[in-house]
């Protein structure tokens, strides 16, 4: 059997939590290889002949964006992941949350318009966080992008919303946290808005949340009481789904396939209308294990290897 099928046979769980992110951006774009059909980011610029078996979506429907849901909306930044990264800058190192995994570029793969983000078992060094260069050791690897480009939904020329857009198939296994979502530095005085977070054990549900505070690495925010666990019916790795998030001047509004399941309102917070006018990047990424599992998960019960699968990110004013 191959790793392919092996992997989709068990992609059918997942969800996110309370954590935050805290985390800085390192500017430096990562060239691209192509290798034949598929596109492997690495560090160094260096053909990469390695050949990387990513999952069979051929037999994965699911959402898609129609045209009437964003009708009157203006598309802004769109990638559909045919060709390079070069809209992200990709995170090297390691991260936050007490998280297992090692962020590199080779675990980022474009291949038929999707964006694979890996996660793999394996032993490396590398540095602690993306600025912190203490060496440290990992046993488990993945992939982070974020946008070369800020958004402010109250800064935006002739807007006063901004629509956040991504169509993504979730994995299901222990300890895998994929995510989408924004935030900006120093956080979190810009801000940091969770429109996914998932967590790979149950395929149910995933979390949406928020987090703000006017003073670095200090959210005035609690995250015990924003964290809004979102219910699914079925299995939501079963087939791919668009996540988004509507974001206006007193409300955050999250979407499930153009269904609206939970807002964060000013009048509940008092703090929306001061993440308005921040500006935040989009962030895909998938983490291992970490603060967001509670009991924390046993290494050894985590996938040798999974797929995050991204078909592409929009972003939209209004």
């Not at 997942?14 to 560090?43: H, K, L, M, R, Y």
């Not at 009437?68 to 990264?85: H, K």
């Not at 962020?103 to 980022?108: E, K, P, R, V, W």
């Not at 996660?119 to 488990?140: M, Q």
Request: charge should be negative; charged fraction near 20%.
């Amino acid at each position: 059997m191959s790793l392919k099928k092996i992997y989709f046979i068990a992609i059918v769980a997942f969800g996110f939590t309370i954590t935050s992110c805290d985390e800085s951006n390192d500017d430096t774009q990562e060239p691209v290889v192509i290798t034949d059909d598929v596109v492997i980011v690495t560090d160094d610029g260096d053909t990469d002949d390695t050949t990387v078996d990513t999952p069979d979506l051929s037999g994965f429907t699911g959402y898609n964006q129609p045209e009437g849901d964003v009708s009157g909306w203006e598309l802004i930044f769109e990638d559909d992941f045919e060709s390079n990264l070069s809209a992200w800058t990709i995170w090297t190192g390691g991260a936050y949350n007490n998280e297992l995994q090692h962020y590199q570029a080779d675990n980022l793969i474009l291949e038929d318009g999707y964006l694979f983000i890996r996660e793999k078992r394996e032993t490396v060094t590398g540095a602690t966080t993306n600025f912190d260069n203490t060496p440290k050791n990992f046993d488990f690897t993945s992939g982070r992008i974020e946008s070369n480009a800020s958004y402010s939904a109250g800064n935006t020329e002739g807007a006063t919303k901004l629509r956040f857009s991504s169509r993504i198939l979730l994995p299901e296994g222990t300890g895998l946290w994929p995510a989408f979502w924004s935030y900006g530095d120093p956080w979190p005085t810009q801000g940091e808005i969770d429109v996914l977070e998932f967590r790979g054990n149950n395929t149910s549900s995933y979390v949406t949340n928020f987090f703000y505070g006017t003073n670095p690495n200090t959210p005035t925010t609690n995250s015990a009481q924003t964290t809004y666990n979102v219910p699914v019916e079925g299995d939501i790795t079963a087939n791919w789904h668009v996540f988004e998030l509507i974001w206006s001047e007193n409300t955050l509004e999250i979407l499930l396939d153009n269904v609206l399941v939970h807002t964060f309102t000013e009048a509940e917070w008092g703090v929306i209308d001061d993440i308005y006018t921040k500006s935040e990047r989009l962030v895909l990424n998938m983490a291992v294990g970490g603060d967001f599992f509670q009991p924390n998960v046993n290494p050894a019960n985590i996938p040798d290897v999974a797929f995050t699968a991204v078909d592409w990110v929009r972003v939209y004013k209004q």
